[in-house]
T-cell receptor
Framework: GESVGLHLPTLSVQEGDNSIINCAYSNSASDYFIWYKQESGKGPQFIID?????DKRQGQRVTVLLNKTVKHLSLQIAATQPGDSAVYFCAENRGGSYIPTFGRGTSLIVHP | SAVISQKPSRDICQRGTSLTIQCQVDSQVTMMFWYRQQPGQSLTLIATANQGSEATYESGFVIDKFPISRPNLTFSTLTVSNMSPEDSSIYLCSVTISGGVRETQYFGPGTRLLVL
């Protein structure tokens, strides 16, 4: 399940399950969104992006959904694997800015 | 994408001293960025560094505390000056690369700093 810890929200899933990580953004002027994965001891790694004129974009095992009406972004990971265990950050670029603003992050724990 | 390396990968420093962190990219890039990530937290932008001009600092960060150099299109340094325990953090450099939907930021592995 999902819970809010001292620092980061945590999502625990079983290997093979599908994972959904959610992110809310506040600025309606944001026009570009990115998901990053940060494994322990490493820098954030680009996963997938989406422009505001789209509502869905698919990659390999990952799908990003954008709901501009409620300012909500989600990352779906299919058939989650232990290697998917990491902290996932959403980021938004605001109206023409090339510098993203990062969200709080969600820790995904995949149990074998 | 880009391959970004940082030196040192980690360090333990005494308060009052300074540490210079190096960032090397395997391709020429116009813009480089320095971020701070405190334990269990998200990323906070410190400054943007363009080659040939002074760095642009975000609110709450000043050049005297975090001087930055950008001598060419593949290299930058960030110095954390007169360190205190509150500076203990991960420092990340990043670059923007065109591709995908739009220009995207790629990050180095980070420098883990502990100030005693």
């Amino acid at each position: 399940g999902e819970s809010v810890g001292l620092h980061l929200p945590t999502l625990s899933v079983q290997e093979g399950d599908n994972s959904i990580i959610n992110c809310a953004y506040s600025n309606s002027a944001s026009d570009y969104f990115i998901w990053y994965k940060q494994e322990s001891g490493k820098g954030p790694q680009f996963i997938i992006d989406i422009r505001s004129n789209m509502d869905k974009r698919q990659g390999q095992r990952v799908t990003v959904l954008l709901n501009k009406t409620v300012k909500h972004l989600s990352l779906q990971i299919a058939a989650t694997q232990p290697g998917d265990s990491a902290v996932y950050f959403c980021a938004e670029n605001r109206g023409g800015s090339y510098i993203p603003t990062f969200g709080r992050g969600t820790s995904l724990i995949v149990h074998p | 994408s880009a391959v970004i390396s940082q030196k040192p990968s980690r360090d333990i420093c005494q308060r009052g001293t300074s540490l210079t962190i190096q960032c090397q990219v395997d391709s020429q890039v116009t813009m480089m960025f320095w971020y701070r990530q405190q334990p269990g937290q998200s990323l906070t932008l410190i400054a943007t560094a363009n080659q040939g001009s002074e760095a642009t600092y975000e609110s709450g960060f000043v050049i005297d505390k975090f001087p930055i150099s950008r001598p060419n299109l593949t290299f930058s340094t960030l110095t954390v000056s007169n360190m205190s325990p509150e500076d203990s953090s991960i420092y990340l450099c990043s670059v923007t690369i065109s591709g995908g939907v739009r220009e995207t930021q790629y990050f180095g592995p980070g420098t883990r700093l502990l100030v005693l």
